[in-house]
């Protein structure tokens, strides 16, 4: 939109006031844009976690393999002189050679047995093939499926042949003989490892692939041919899961430095850090580190488990950086599968790294299988080199003077580090790369605070943090840490599993494996504990009990409902919440938790929390309260009493203003059903038969109120945009889509089954008897029907028809599960309908005597369908009944069946196989088919029929839920430290705000100049539009130019300015009832449309008139009892944005007050008066209410007072209706009246008389007061529109429509002036809709 120059250049003098505009916009309240308006109640989904190690594996064997025959070299090898002589620290020559031998084998041992102590080792020196084969065939069979290490060290044998053979001896040392290395992989089998430390050991590792890919090849061949020779033979072993590590590649020789050891390889795989150092001390760079020699590195103290000492911080750091690096360089899987899985595996590996920096810079590359990417250039290796430089630089002083070793600043600036990547960083980016540090520092006292508040802070970052965090393999640590009594880490370790468990609930299974319930049980109990870490450990325990038996047990035994319990009242919400939570889920299906908990009367003391202020805490107690009742354990008389009182506690909650809570009532009522399956059959059969024998007075086709509105027979209604929350609306008149499962069935005399034609939609809805309607002919009961049982059950005449029965907790919970099914929000209607239908369908099954007929009637019967089912149906003895001759209610023939979309479906009765007089499933198909899907048997029904005639699974089964518990679970999951976008000053979000709050000002700014020059004369039509529906309601949004229209259950929009219609959709609202009010909600901001409608109904929406679909927000019953009349006010509403309170009257006796930010009634305000409210009016400062009311009366209400003394004044002066009265926003403001006669009389508040009368057209259609230009415009009956200026001079009147052929003006429907600028919207009988205005000058 366009930024008006005038602002641009306006003085300094109005910028003052636009800013002071400005600030009251900032400090209006939204109302319904919290969370659960905007989302859908469902939990998030859940991610694959892979981090858990399905197979962690142990190397349990090793064979050492030394190939060093001392004092003879190999023949193709040339060695330099001086060379590289040391073998494990050893120099061969300086002993005799068998003594070397035995020496260098026993300390390759010890140097394994550092990583992996408990392994079995078996040393092979200078070994023949067939020692070698025995060795290996007898660590395989000891091993069974864990993994072995063979170690081969090839320095005195020739190099590897390209045919994939190694070398070994023979008995006497005479000759070389060579080991394939196919005959090696079928004796090691697999899992295994292999070192092969000899020059060319490239070449072993390709040709053990190719081995391998031969082995694959002929296992196929095997597979496929069990006659083929290979198959006679032993299998052999798949190599999938085998590792190489390799000293250099195929074309390579091992260095020969003399400063270096000849198994370099080796030395970096099982003694890093002395080798690590040694090479450090070789580079130039070492000479700035004085005084260090290679004897002193010798002479490092410590030992390399101690991480308080010298060489035991440097074998930390070491681990530290390697695993940083490979996890930072390695694909996610891969990583997993080398450093998590197995312990020694992952000790080779991170040796692996340092191998290959070392041996790359003497020109020799190391190899593995699988191959890593290249990480000897890594960044961390600097950070290495600088932890290596700061503590050889302390050693001389340490070693000559004894001075204290000072600690390395290595964890700490690490952890620096990622604290800048926390703070500083965009959301998306590259993973931090200290994230394995900070696991590693979780080990050490010192750091260990500071480590567990990071890693929170980055687990909040959201789901894909926790999922990060979890692959590096943080759980046994922060287990682990469950077991400490430093009361310091408590916030710090709750905040961490909360996040953990809001991502991966499995992790309950090991909490209670290692008591680690306890630890957030004394959490809980902790009164010291602020709230919202009380809130993390209850969500913690009430995932640790979520149906997991043995986390049931765990915590009842922890006396974990007490303790609940206790904290039911505390202020904090969230708390409140979660405990409520917690206890409905321990005592779910877990009898033992239910008693514990009538013991300590828990069900009571929830009942407090049912009118709890916030929604989401009045729905989790709900929940609660349902699982109470939810337990299919046998019934006493005791726990029977119990659950009908918690029955009638929930049935209060029956107009609650939030769906989430109605649809939490609907489940926990829906277990209740599933408990006394038996008493509600009996119940929905006695209401059935009442609702087919009752009639109700029709109101449908009888006129609209003040008979204006004719009935709806208007030319072709255009095509209404579908909205999200009603599926399938085809015209505005047709009733809601209902789920289509099961077709009719009804009981008629003979109690056979009879399927109807459904009735004709046009008439009444009352008319129209039991069942069918065209768009739920498939459900038992209609929407038509439960509704007017619904309504037939407030008749007090019903009392004496069905009898004493009637007032039992189940008729009265069934008229609850009614008023339900007819809730104007869908979700849960559509709940209700699933449980009254599942009774309704049981009761009428149960209730059909069976009748089997003779097979003839077969033949009528369309084909089963063709899966086994159908067999199956068959032989379940017995053929579908026949429809019974006798007239159904509706027809008198066997009617046909609905076609839809041009199919022709067979026509058929209802096939209903009798299976043991049990309700079978229904073998039904819907209507119309595609040639060969599976029928009816589809997602809703698993498994066999056969198996569980019991209920009908398109209805309902037992564990029906809403998703509320995993959508609030989602809490913890998301950020909870980040600033929320709305408040954050550079985000989008605000910066829409922003510009919307300056379009305000400008609106009011400008409006106002105009007022303020006074307005003479308003009969420019600016606007002028064919509606689609006899205008009923019109409410312009007070600063977009986009004007609603309602008409009896649609509502367009149209852009007044561009004269283009923006939206027309449907209401939602049943047939019988029509708009009677609409309100823009937030219009200062993100616009809601309040519509309600003349049985009490109130819908919220969103998303109208932008391109996109309209969505309901919430809906509830504003009204209850509102039964529409002929001729009554329907329902009025007022709309407060500073307080967020809606008043809400019509044909009713009170004034009924809604707190939308509680989305509850606050206050019932009696209006005393025997007539029907027609306006009302409000004043937020004052706390004043003004209603006009239909015997002539205006009334005056305080709602500061208690409901006797509340209403304040009444004013009887007029003598009929009143249309409008206003009660005028200043502190000083009157209240204006006008009745039907067209008297305007004017009230001074403290007065009890009028201050000032006009008189105006007699017969008053509408009429609506301007509240900043003192201008009121009338309709009438007599087809003109009049508009006044406050001395009651008439400024224009208008007869007929600018242009448009001059036509004369319809009778007025409704009409309204835009809260600011002077326009007056007009609609009228004739479906035009026309805008007026002042003269253009002023505008």
Request: hydrophobic share 40%; net charge neutral.
């Amino acid at each position: 939109m366009k930024m008006d120059s005038e602002l641009l250049h306006s003085p300094a003098v109005c910028l003052a006031e636009e800013e002071e505009a400005d600030t009251s916009d900032w400090n209006l309240p939204l109302a319904f844009m919290k969370k659960r308006h905007s989302e859908k109640i469902e939990g998030s989904k859940a991610l694959a976690q892979s981090w858990r190690m399905k197979d962690r594996m142990k190397t349990v064997s090793v064979a050492l393999v030394l190939c060093l025959n001392v004092g003879v070299d190999p023949p193709d090898v040339v060695k330099t002189s001086p060379c590289a002589r040391l073998e494990c620290w050893i120099d061969p020559l300086s002993m005799s050679p068998q003594k070397a031998l035995e020496t260098i084998g026993a300390n390759l041992q010890k140097q394994y047995e550092n990583w992996q102590p408990r392994a079995r080792y078996k040393q092979s020196l200078d070994p023949t093939v067939d020692e070698v084969k025995k060795l290996c065939t007898s660590l395989r069979r000891n091993a069974k499926e864990e993994r072995v290490l063979f170690h081969y060290n090839g320095h005195g044998v020739p190099r590897p042949t390209v045919n994939g053979e190694i070398w070994v001896f023979n008995k006497n040392y005479t000759q070389y003989i060579p080991l394939s290395v196919y005959d090696l992989q079928t004796w090691m089998g697999s899992p295994s490892i292999f070192v092969y430390d000899c020059s060319n050991a490239g070449i072993i590792v390709k040709s053990f692939k190719q081995f391998a890919l031969q082995r694959e090849q002929e296992l196929e061949v095997a597979a496929i041919n069990p006659n083929h020779p290979l198959a006679q033979m032993p299998l052999p072993p798949s190599m999938k899961n085998c590792i190489q590590l390799a000293a250099c590649e195929a074309s390579e020789l091992l260095p020969m430095n003399p400063d270096l050891p000849a198994d370099l390889f080796t030395s970096c795989l099982t003694t890093p850090i002395k080798i690590a150092l040694r090479w450090f001390c070789m580079q130039k760079s070492a000479k700035l580190v004085p005084g260090v020699t290679l004897d002193l590195i010798e002479k490092i103290p410590g030992r390399l488990n101690d991480r308080r000492t010298p060489l035991g911080e440097l074998n930390w750091i070491f681990t530290a950086i390697t695993d940083t690096i490979a996890w930072n360089v390695l694909p996610r899987d891969l990583f997993q599968k080398l450093f998590r899985q197995d312990l020694l595996v992952a000790s080779l590996f991170r040796n692996f790294l340092l191998a290959e920096r070392i041996m790359r810079s003497y020109n020799c590359t190391p190899v593995s299988s699988p191959r890593l990417p290249p990480t000897y250039m890594h960044a961390m290796w600097q950070a290495w080199d600088l932890a290596v430089d700061i503590c050889l630089s302390q050693l001389p002083t340490i070693i000559e003077e004894g001075t204290a070793f000072r600690h390395s600043p290595f964890f700490a600036e690490q952890l620096t580090a990622f604290q800048v990547w926390l703070t500083m960083g965009v959301e998306n980016r590259n993973p931090p790369e200290q994230l394995p540090i900070v696991l590693q520092v979780l080990l050490s006292q010192v750091h260990r605070l500071r480590a567990l508040d990071l890693l929170g802070r980055f687990l909040d970052l959201g789901p894909w943090a926790v999922s990060l965090a979890l692959s590096v393999g943080i759980f046994p640590y922060v287990l682990k840490l469950l077991q400490s009594s430093a009361r310091e880490l408590r916030p710090l370790l709750v905040f961490i599993w909360a996040k953990i468990l809001a991502v991966d609930s499995s992790c309950q299974a090991d909490l209670v494996k290692d008591n680690g319930h306890k630890y957030f049980l004394s959490v809980l109990a902790d009164p010291y504990m602020p709230a919202e870490h009380r809130t993390m450990a209850v969500f913690i325990l009430a995932v640790i009990v979520n149906s997991y038996t043995t986390g049931q047990e765990a915590c009842l035994q922890g006396n974990l409902i007490a303790i609940c319990l206790e904290q039911l009242s505390d202020p904090h919400p969230l708390l409140r919440q979660w405990v409520a939570i917690c206890l409905g889920r321990i005592w779910q299906n877990f009898d033992s938790a239910r008693w514990c908990g009538v013991r300590d009367s828990a069900h009571e003391k929830l009942y407090s929390l049912l009118s709890d202020p916030i929604p989401e805490v009045r729905c989790a107690a709900v929940f609660a309260l349902g699982t109470f009742v939810g337990n299919s354990a046998e019934r006493t008389d005791h726990s029977t009493t119990i659950d009908h009182n918690v029955a009638m506690m929930l049935a209060q909650l029956i107009n609650d203003g939030s769906p989430v809570v109605r649809k939490e009532l609907v489940v926990a009522l829906s277990h209740l059903v599933v408990q006394y399956e038996g008493n509600f059959c009996t119940v929905a059969l006695q209401f059935m038969e009442e609702e087919k024998n009752y009639p109700v007075p029709s109101t449908a086709n009888t006129l609209e109120p003040c008979n204006l509105t004719p009935v709806r027979d208007s030319p072709a209604i255009p095509r209404l945009r579908s909205v999200n929350s009603y599926t399938n609306i085809r015209a505005a008149t047709t009733s809601r889509n209902l789920n289509k499962s099961l077709q009719n069935l009804n009981l008629n005399e003979e109690g056979g089954p009879v399927t109807f034609s459904p009735g004709n939609l046009s008439t009444s809805s009352s008319a129209s008897s039991t069942l069918g309607s065209p768009d739920n002919d498939e459900y038992i009961l209609s929407f038509e029907t439960i509704d007017k049982m619904r309504r037939v059950s407030s008749y007090s005449s019903l009392n004496s028809l069905i009898g004493v029965s009637f007032n039992s907790v189940y008729t009265q919970i069934w008229r609850v599960l009614l008023h339900l099914a007819a809730d104007p929000f869908p979700e849960v209607s559509d709940l209700a309908m699933k449980v009254l239908n599942s009774i309704a369908y049981k009761a009428t099954m149960n209730a059909r005597p069976q009748r089997i007929l003779d097979s003839g009637s077969l033949t009528q019967s369309a084909p089963a369908s063709p899966t086994s089912k159908g067999a199956h149906i068959h032989q379940a003895g017995g053929s579908p009944p026949m429809p019974s001759a006798s007239s159904s209610s509706l027809t008198n023939e066997v009617p046909k069946p609905p076609t839809r979309g041009g199919e022709q479906p067979p026509t058929r009765p209802p096939y209903t196989p009798t299976l043991g007089g049990q309700a079978p499933h229904s073998h039904q198909f819907p209507r119309t088919r595609k040639m060969f899907d599976k029928g009816p048997s589809g997602s809703e029904q698993a498994g066999d029929d056969a198996d569980d005639p019991g209920g009908h699974k398109a209805y309902m089964n037992a564990n029906l839920s809403t998703g509320l518990c995993d959508w609030s679970a989602k809490y913890f999951a998301q950020p909870v430290m980040k600033i929320p976008e709305e408040h954050d000053v550079e985000s989008q979000v605000r910066k829409e705000r922003e510009w919307r709050f300056l379009r305000n000002a400008r609106v009011r700014k400008q409006s106002q100049r105009i007022t303020q020059r006074g307005v003479t004369r308003l009969d420019d039509q600016i606007f002028i539009n064919r509606n689609p529906g006899v205008p009923s309601v019109v409410k312009f949004h007070p600063f977009n130019p986009c004007i609603a229209v309602a008409d009896k259950d649609s509502i367009c929009f149209w852009d007044w300015e561009k004269a283009e219609r923006l939206d027309y959709f449907y209401n939602g609202n049943p047939r019988y009832t029509r708009i009677t009010a609409m309100e823009y909600l937030n219009g200062h901001d993100y616009s809601l449309l309040l519509t309600a409608t003349d049985d009490g109904a109130l819908r919220i929406w969103k998303n109208f008139a932008d391109q996109r679909n309209p969505e309901m927000v919430t809906a509830w019953q504003g009204l209850s009892d509102m039964l529409p009349t002929t001729r009554g006010a329907g329902m009025v509403v007022d709309w407060e944005q500073e307080t967020g309170l809606l008043m809400t009257s019509g044909d009713v006796r009170v004034i009924r007050i809604w707190d939308t930010e509680r989305e509850m009634k606050v206050q019932d305000i009696p209006t005393g008066a025997d007539s029907c409210v027609t306006c009302l009016s409000c004043d937020s400062q004052r706390s004043l209410i003004a209603a006009g009311l239909g015997d002539g009366s205006v009334r005056l209400y305080d709602r500061r007072m208690g409901a006797n003394e509340c209403r304040v004044m009444t004013y009887r002066e007029h003598s009929s209706w009143v249309v409008k009265a206003h009660l005028q926003k200043q502190t000083d403001g009157k209240i204006i009246s006008v009745s039907v006669d067209g008297d305007v009389r004017f009230f001074e508040l403290r007065s009890p008389d009028s201050v000032n009368v006009l008189q105006t057209v007699k017969g008053l259609t509408a009429l609506d007061i301007h509240p900043q230009a003192n201008l009121f415009a009338c309709g009438s009956m007599n087809q003109f529109i009049a508009v006044y200026n406050s001395n009651g001079d008439v400024i224009s009147n208008i007869k007929y429509y600018d242009g448009f052929m001059g036509q004369r003006i319809g009778a007025i429907s409704c009409l309204a002036f835009h809260p600011y600028w002077p326009h007056l919207a007009v609609g009228s009988n004739d479906y035009y809709m026309s805008i007026y205005s002042a003269e253009k000058r002023l505008r």
